[in-house]
């Protein structure tokens, strides 16, 4: 009887072998060869699973992008009652921040991908996708933790600060990968949160 082959898991496979080539020797690193190579592929067998390397590449950062989403906060459209929604806003920040060694791992590879998005419109148009609604979830939370609070707050500038502090987070663990700064950065959280929702 022949093998089944899950070829949804080879390509989830590839994927993670292009991440990991990326991550240790930057984007050229990860040639059609070489992922072919690490995967355990024969020579042009990747084209089975993916037309080219901007396949991968797309693959790649979209993959990336889903695991600073992990619990799937970007496409929830129950809003949390008040009494719930700090606690939520808190976890979801703890999720989009690097604060473990795998979103520290996670966010280079992405910065990684980002200088090849910014000549490549398909994948500035993902990154820009997920942004809105990264930045429509962090709104919503925002509103909820304050219930009935009527004073005029720019929720749409809150969410892009904590937004660009995470990252910035990134950024900085782009040289920093040992994660020396995640006590600060879970600081920064408390902080953050205590002032937009007004517990100040």
Known sequence: MPKIIDHDERRREIVEVAKRLILEGGFEAATMRSIAAE???AN?????YFPGKESIVAATFESVLAEMD??????RTEQPVETEA??????????????TE???SAGRVLLVLWDHAASNPELADTYRRFFRRWQDSTIALLRSSRGDDTSEIDY???ALEIMSITIGANVVNLMHPDGEHIQTYRSIIESYINRATGQD
């Open 39 to 41: 995967a355990g592929f």
């Open 44 to 48: 042009g067998a990747l084209k089975h």
């Open 70 to 75: 992990t619990e799937g906060w970007l496409d």
């Open 86 to 99: 700090v606690e939520k806003l808190r976890e979801r920040l703890n999720l989009s921040m690097p604060l």
């Open 102 to 104: 795998y979103s520290i």
């Open 156 to 158: 749409r500038a809150l």
